[in-house]
């Protein structure tokens, strides 16, 4: 038995679950927010002598490197952890691993330099991702750190999916071409799919719908990703919270003369912040909102809802022709997981596939399959778990390098 942290940075946020391996059980998990505002938000979730205890406190954090001082003196505290030896493992989500990171890899001092140079990639990610390993690295220095990419997961995309219709030279020189994003994700609902589904990954084309304020669909072929919605960058594919989703890029140049903007980086902004729901609905970024909005009669917020279901159900339709067939559709993250409604719009405009869905399954937050038996695809909910795919990909590194029990 051995203990394991999964840690997920964000710019201003720090997400953490602590887990006890092999059993997978989860014995803390909290949520530092505001790190670098006044007023921080810490809150812990965990067991005490096999009891559910909850600890909130608010106080200012100035930066990463102090959030994950207090959070191992909180650990003491709270006796989650007696001594930092008991943490065999960190493994930390980090967006972007371009063509470097191919797979999870075992942290070393260059590999925190190669992750933060990897910041075109993923600006707001990368470097304080790479700045929280080194406060953790500093915190565990003989500690096994990993870390788990989002991109590794579509490394198998074949060069025809991958590559960009622009001259090549950009791919060979600048490293311009789809990386794609939530490979943890996608990867741990298609595996639960085919685990659900009885039947071997090798066997399955499964199209899997990540559909959160951030989202993507992917294509995964006997196990492998070989497309996916996202691109270069996050902002591609789908229409997100407030992504824009894919866009003819000339817009861009037209639009900057329109609204008197010289900085590309303000008309990006645009897309990546005030886009997406929000901008078409003018109301939230919210899935909830924006359908409560359209239930209620906006005519805004109903155009969301149907541009949103639109989107996710080209990218479906495409995923089949590309796989020339599917087995299981398979929806997952806070708008795929907790919206009946919006999964059955979303199914039933794709009837033509003989996919159908089961009004009754489908009412459901939980793991299910919510296709009618007699459904040609299966059509699944599978909640997605990135934290224990994280722990797991450290257990598989830390059993190829013997870091010891
Ligand atoms: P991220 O991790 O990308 O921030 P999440 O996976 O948490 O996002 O998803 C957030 C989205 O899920 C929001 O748009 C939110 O409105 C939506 N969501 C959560 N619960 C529901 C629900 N019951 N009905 C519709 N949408 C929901």
Redesign the pocket.
Known sequence: MKKILSVNAGSSSLKFQLFLMPEEKVIAKGLIERIGLSESIISIDYLSDGEEKTFKQTKDIANHEEAVDLLFKLFYILSVVKDSSEIKGVGHRVASGGELFPDSVVITDDVVHQIDSLGYLAPLHNPPQAKVIKSFKDMLPDTLMVAVFDTSFHATLPSENYLYSIPYEYYEKYGVRKYGFHGTSHSFVAKRAAELLDRPIEDLKIVTCHL???ASIAAVDGGRSVDTSMGFTPLAGLTM?TRSGDVDPSILPYLMEKLDLTEVDDMIKILNNKSG?LGLSGIS?????V?TAAASGNVRAKLALEIFVNRVQKYIGSYIAEMNGADAIVFT???GE??PN?RDMIISGLSWFGMTIDTVQNDTRKEAVISTEDSRITVLNVPTNEEIEIARQVERLGARTKISN
């Open positions: 959160g304020n951030g919270g729901l970024s919210d899935m909830r909102d359908e993250a806070g708008i907790n919206a919006i």
